[in-house]
Structures are given as structure tokens and as C-alpha cells.
């Protein structure tokens, strides 16, 4: 009876968080919903013609692709890096775990401005390969900036729990691989890489769906080939005033996520019964 009285004690602390929930984000999305399928007559009209239109259909897909490879890009960057966290020293760790929170310290609008000035045909880059005699090479208004833009500012979100998972992973697993005759390279792959799965797993879900609802980068760093969902719900609010239209966006958006995020904690909760409840 004391523990029941204790609870509700500490559950009224929750209270004032779920109040705030619903406040600003179950009732906007309830309205949000509902604008999907009245405004500007009651019906599904808006999410048949988004999924009639091979345009806005283009503009899903070019999104999907996007945050994969930002994903992929991603994490081939932040693996080696993470593993170069755990071999360092404390100070040059500290020095890496810095450049990588360096991002956080920043707007993401002043970065990305700083980018367009860096990848332009007159930028940094192009100037290194005009004097290394090279020709110009296009990296701004195209995929490749997209994908340079979204990595740098994802990169932070696998680094992190790839890191703390390798961080707790004992290294003499790999002294003992190598004692039996294991190749380094094949202890590492078939021993140690397999231990990080939770914190790739964990990794790979932040960045690809965070990488969904970008704007800011594509917007600026991307041409009218590399449009993304964010950018179109933007549009259609600003440009042509459909906001039942920018709605059902939005709700597909949020529905595609929803999924993909009910489909991860299957493939954990599948893994757990796999490895016995581990």
C-alpha cells in the first residue's frame, strides 16, 4: 500500500510534462491531421494527389535515397573515428570528443552558409584544385553538397553511441582471438565488430530518420533535382498557401517515420529473443 501511495506521489511529478505534450504537440498534430483531410474539402483529396503526382511521388523517394546515403556516408565516417576515440590517449580523446560537439556549439544556418562558401565554384576547394591545375568541380547545387552538408551535421549522432558502445567492449577479447591464432583483421571483424552492432543499430537509426525532415541544408546547398519533403511542405506553406496539401506531407512524413521506427524495435526485440534474452 506504501508503494502504490509512493507512486502516485511521484507519478503527479509526470503530470505538468504530459500537459505540456499535449499542449504543443498532441493538439497540433491533431489539427494537423484533421487539416490533411478537410481543408480545402473533406476527403482524402490531398494524399491522392500527392501520390498520383509522379513529381511529389519523385520527391518522396529522392528523400528515402538522401537520408540512405547520408546514413551510409555517415557511418563509414563515424565507425573509424569512434574506434580512434577508444585507442587514443585521455587528452587526444578529449580533443576528438571536441571537434565532434563542435557542431552543437553551432547554428546549423551559420554552417551551412559557411559551407556554401566553401563548395562554390569560386570556394576553398575549387581554388586548391584550380591551383593544383585541375578543373573546377561542381559541388554546390547538386547531390554532392547535399550529402556533404547533411553528413557533417549528422555526424555527431553516430559517433556518439557507436563510441559509448565500443567504450564499454573489453579489448582483451581481441588479445585472446590473436592468441588463438586469429589474423588482427580477422579478429577484429568476426570478434569486436559484431559487439557494436547496438551502438551502429542505434546510430543508423538517429541519422536516418532525423536525415527525413532536413530543410535547411538541401534548401541552400541543393538544386531543383535534390528536393526533399521538408523542403516541399515549406512550399506548398509559403509559396501556394495550400496548407491541407502541406499537411498530408507533413502526416505522411510523420506516418513513414512512425514505421520505421516500429520496425527497429521489432528487429531489437528480435535480437534479444535471438540471443536468448541478452
Same mark, same amino acid.
Given at each position: 500500500?506504501?508503494?502504490?501511495?509512493?507512486?502516485?506521489?511521484?507519478?503527479?511529478?509526470?503530470?505538468?510534462?504530459?500537459?505540456?505534450?499535449?499542449?504543443?504537440?498532441?493538439?497540433?498534430?491533431?489539427?494537423?491531421?484533421?487539416?490533411?483531410?478537410?481543408?480545402?474539402?473533406?476527403?482524402?483529396?490531398?494524399?491522392?494527389?500527392?501520390?498520383?503526382?509522379?513529381?511529389?511521388?519523385?520527391?518522396? !523517394?529522392?528523400?528515402?535515397?538522401?537520408?540512405?546515403?547520408?546514413?551510409?556516408?555517415?557511418?563509414?565516417?563515424? $565507425?573509424?573515428?569512434?574506434?580512434?576515440?577508444?585507442?587514443?590517449?585521455?587528452?587526444?580523446?578529449? !580533443? @576528438?570528443?571536441?571537434?565532434?560537439?563542435?557542431?552543437?556549439?553551432?547554428? @546549423?544556418?551559420?554552417?551551412?552558409?559557411?559551407?556554401?562558401?566553401?563548395?562554390?565554384?569560386?570556394? =576553398?576547394?575549387?581554388?586548391?584544385?584550380?591551383?593544383?591545375?585541375?578543373?573546377?568541380?561542381?559541388?554546390?547545387?547538386?547531390?554532392?553538397? =547535399?550529402?556533404?552538408?547533411?553528413?557533417?551535421?549528422?555526424?555527431?549522432?553516430?559517433?556518439?553511441?557507436?563510441?559509448?558502445?565500443?567504450?564499454?567492449?573489453?579489448?582483451?577479447?581481441?588479445?585472446?582471438?590473436?592468441?588463438?591464432?586469429?589474423?588482427?583483421? $580477422?579478429?577484429?571483424?568476426?570478434?569486436?565488430?559484431?559487439?557494436?552492432?547496438?551502438?551502429?543499430?542505434?546510430?543508423?537509426?538517429?541519422?536516418?530518420?532525423?536525415?527525413?525532415?532536413?530543410?535547411?541544408?538541401?534548401?541552400?546547398?541543393?538544386?531543383?533535382?535534390?528536393?526533399?519533403?521538408?523542403?516541399?511542405?515549406?512550399?506548398?506553406?509559403?509559396?501556394? @498557401?495550400?496548407?491541407?496539401?502541406?499537411?498530408?506531407?507533413?502526416?505522411?512524413?510523420?506516418?513513414?517515420?512512425?514505421?520505421?521506427?516500429? @520496425?527497429?524495435?521489432?528487429?531489437?526485440?528480435?535480437?534479444?529473443?535471438?540471443?536468448?534474452?541478452?
Amino acid at each position: 500500500m506504501d508503494g502504490r501511495v509512493a507512486g502516485r506521489r511521484w507519478g503527479g511529478l509526470v503530470l505538468p510534462l504530459v500537459a505540456f505534450l499535449l499542449v504543443v504537440f498532441v493538439y497540433p498534430l491533431a489539427g494537423m491531421l484533421a487539416r490533411s483531410v478537410t481543408d480545402p474539402e473533406p476527403g482524402l483529396g490531398n494524399y491522392a494527389a500527392f501520390f498520383d503526382s509522379p513529381v511529389y511521388s519523385g520527391v518522396l !523517394v529522392n528523400t528515402f535515397l538522401t537520408a540512405g546515403l547520408v546514413t551510409l556516408v555517415t557511418l563509414l565516417l563515424g $565507425f573509424p573515428y569512434a574506434y580512434l576515440m577508444t585507442l587514443a590517449t585521455p587528452f587526444w580523446r578529449g !580533443v @576528438l570528443m571536441a571537434a565532434v560537439l563542435v557542431p552543437f556549439w553551432t547554428s @546549423l544556418l551559420v554552417r551551412t552558409f559557411a559551407w556554401v562558401l566553401v563548395l562554390r565554384d569560386t570556394g =576553398v576547394v575549387n581554388d586548391v584544385i584550380a591551383a593544383l591545375g585541375g578543373a573546377p568541380v561542381p559541388l554546390l547545387r547538386n547531390l554532392t553538397g =547535399v550529402l556533404i552538408g547533411m553528413v557533417q551535421v549528422m555526424l555527431p549522432f553516430a559517433v556518439l553511441p557507436i563510441y559509448a558502445t565500443m567504450r564499454t567492449i573489453d579489448r582483451r577479447l581481441l588479445q585472446a582471438a590473436e592468441g588463438l591464432g586469429a589474423r588482427p583483421a $580477422f579478429a577484429f571483424w568476426r570478434v569486436y565488430a559484431p559487439l557494436t552492432l547496438p551502438g551502429v543499430a542505434a546510430a543508423t537509426l538517429l541519422v536516418f530518420v532525423s536525415s527525413l525532415g532536413f530543410y535547411v541544408t538541401p534548401a541552400l546547398l541543393g538544386g531543383p533535382k535534390n528536393v526533399m519533403i521538408g523542403e516541399l511542405i515549406v512550399q506548398q506553406l509559403s509559396g501556394v @498557401l495550400r496548407w491541407g496539401f502541406a499537411s498530408a506531407l507533413a502526416v505522411i512524413l510523420l506516418v513513414v517515420t512512425g514505421v520505421l521506427l516500429l @520496425l527497429a524495435a521489432r528487429v531489437v526485440d528480435l535480437r534479444r529473443m535471438l540471443g536468448g534474452g541478452r
